[in-house]
Each structure stands twice: as C-alpha cells, then as structure tokens.
C-alpha cells in the first residue's frame, strides 16, 4: 500500500490515553478517516478537533478496515475486542486487521489472536518503544510481529505512528518479548541512574553537572537526556508510571523463569519499583526512583529550577 493510499482506509482506535492519544493524532494529521473509542470518552473528545468521531463502545468500529488497540493490559485488552462490547461482538461486520500496541502477555496475545482469526480477521502486534512526549517529538520506534503480508499493508499507518523506524521481525508475538526486554532493561537504567546521580550529589557535584557530563560521555544516551530535565528539576508529570513500569518488569522477569534465564539485577530493580508503589507512587513518572533513592541514602532532593535540554524538543514539530 503506497503512502498515499492511507486516507483510503477506515481506522478504528481503542484506547486515548497519554500514548493512544498522541499516536492517533498522528494518524488524523497524516489524512487518515480515524474513529476512536475510550472508556473516558472526554479524554478522546478533543481529537474530534482534527478530525476524529468518536463512538460510544468498541463494537461501533466493526466495520472499519484495520483497528489499533492501546490499552491498559491484557484484561482490557481482551475485553475491547472480544468482550461483551468488543469490536467482535458486532455479528454484521469485521475488520480485516487488528494492530495490537499495548504490553500484555502471551496468554492474552493467544485469546485475541484466536478470536480475531476464527472471524477471518488478519492480527499483528506492533510494540512501541517511547511515550507520548516522544509521539509528538515524531521519535517513535516500533517493531511488529505477524503475518508479513498483513505488515507490509499496514506498515505505512505504522510509519506514520513510529517515524523514528518501523522493523518486522517474525510471527506471533516476537515483538512483544522484544517490547518487554527493552522495558525490563528502561527499569533497570532508570535505577542505575538514579543511584549514581544521588552518589554524586552527596558527594557534593549538582544534578544538572552530573547529569551534562553523563550526556556528553560514552555513557550517554538518548534516554538519559531525555530524562535529564526530569532528575534535574525533579519534574513527575508523569509520562510511563511506576505501575506500568512494575507490570512490564513482572512480564519480563516471568519471562525469564520460563525460559531459565538468570536476571538479578532486574529482579532487584523490580523489588525498587515495588517499594515505590507500595508508597503510593503509581500516579506519578517512574523517576520518582531518584526521590525513593536520595531518601533511601538520607538525602533531600530541591529542584534546580534551570532550563536543561531533553534532547527531543528540537525535533518536535
């Protein structure tokens, strides 16, 4: 399917959270016909702005040709297409795609799978590697699993979402456990980096200078000045919650039971990520690891109130 054949096709989008939100606005202003569904259905509402229409439940969008899905977990995620409500509780029409993009299980993966199939239905998983304020820096990378023919269909909507790169790498759901590795290895560097940056800062050396001089070095990446402003000004609107983060790190490391793969130090994280939601941080950005450290060394963290560069903001558009 060539670029400009997307405004061709009908597009159902389940789920307008922080991510599905920033992801379909993408699509509305590539010129795709998008119609969206949220259990909130005031949080989609401002989309219609661009073009949107909204329905009232997941079966409204049957008769569309491809639906996405990003949702909160597996529950929901088999709920939206194969509950009482779902997409396929609609017996007069269903879609020819499905496009998963939320981070659940195998089992979940295999309950729509199956259910999307025994209608006819083509289903590929297409794992995101960022978060809205990445979306709408257009840094978004995905990796898809599935059928290739279905892929190479839809890959042009997923280049709209994920222009930093789009890759196709095997059946079923390789793309999921590859979602999951890179988001037990997010966990682990976000603790690793808060425990450095509290080392030193109680040594004396500010945030910020810390932080420059990790960026500039090999060690720097484009996750750790993107999370620069974040450790610096101790910012916790949240952009991945320490929840979610805790649901993929569970994922992970049942994973690597599975397949007898020794992981301590993420089995450790996990335990950090825990202690801060048993705090009661699960609302908040998953840096709230640096405030749990920086307590957990008898340090008060201030925020440093200086303007320091993400390293996404130049690409925004």
């Known amino acids: 399917m060539a670029n400009e054949d997307i405004s061709k096709l009908s597009i159902g989008w389940i789920g307008a959270g922080r991510m599905g939100y920033a992801m379909a606005y993408l699509l509305l202003q590539a010129g ?49 297409i194969s ?7 609609n017996t007069v029409s269903t879609p020819r795609i499905f496009v998963d993009c939320t981070s659940v299980n195998d089992e979940a993966s295999d309950v729509v799978r199956d259910a999307t199939a025994a209608r006819g239905a083509a289903y590929l998983v297409a794992s995101v590697s960022g978060n809205a304020k990445v979306v709408k820096a257009e840094r978004l990378t995905v990796v898809s699993s599935g059928p290739k023919e279905t892929f190479d269909e839809v890959e042009p909507l997923l280049k709209v979402i994920g222009p930093n790169g789009v890759i196709h790498v095997g059946d079923a759901d390789m793309a999921r456990a ?7 290895f997010l966990g682990v560097v976000t603790q690793s980096l808060a425990e450095i940056c509290v080392l030193a ?8 200078d810390f932080m420059e001089f990790m960026n500039q070095s090999v060690m720097g990446s484009t996750f750790s000045k993107y999370k620069t402003p974040s450790f ?7 952009t991945f919650t320490p929840l979610l983060l805790k649901k993929d790190m569970d ?10 793969v020794p992981m301590p130090v993420a089995a450790a994280t ?8 048993g ?10 690891l640096l405030h749990q450290e920086a307590e957990n060394a008898g340090l008060k963290l201030e925020p440093e109130n200086i303007e320091v560069s993400d390293g996404l903001s130049s690409a925004a558009k």
Not at 251 to 260: D, I, M, N
Not at 270 to 277: G, L, P
Not at 279 to 288: E, K, L, N, P, S
């Open 279 to 288: 705090q009661g941080h699960t609302d908040c950005d998953f840096a709230v």
């Open 32 to 80: 795709c016909d998008v119609t969206v569904w949220n259990r909130t259905r005031s949080k989609a509402e401002p989309l219609t702005e661009s073009g949107a229409k909204i329905v009232d439940s997941p079966a409204e969008l049957a008769g569309c040709d491809v639906i996405f899905t990003m949702v909160a977990g597996p529950d929901d995620l088999i709920q939206v």
């Open 178 to 184: 590859m979602k999951i590795c890179h988001n037990v």
């Open 251 to 260: 994922l992970g490391l049942s994973l690597a039971r599975e397949l007898g």
């Open 201 to 208: 800062e109680k040594y004396g050396v500010k945030r910020s």
């Open 270 to 277: 996990r335990e950090m990520i825990q202690s801060a939601v």
């Open 232 to 238: 610096v000004n101790l910012d916790l609107t949240p």
């Open 83 to 89: 509950g009482p409500q779902g997409v396929l509780s």
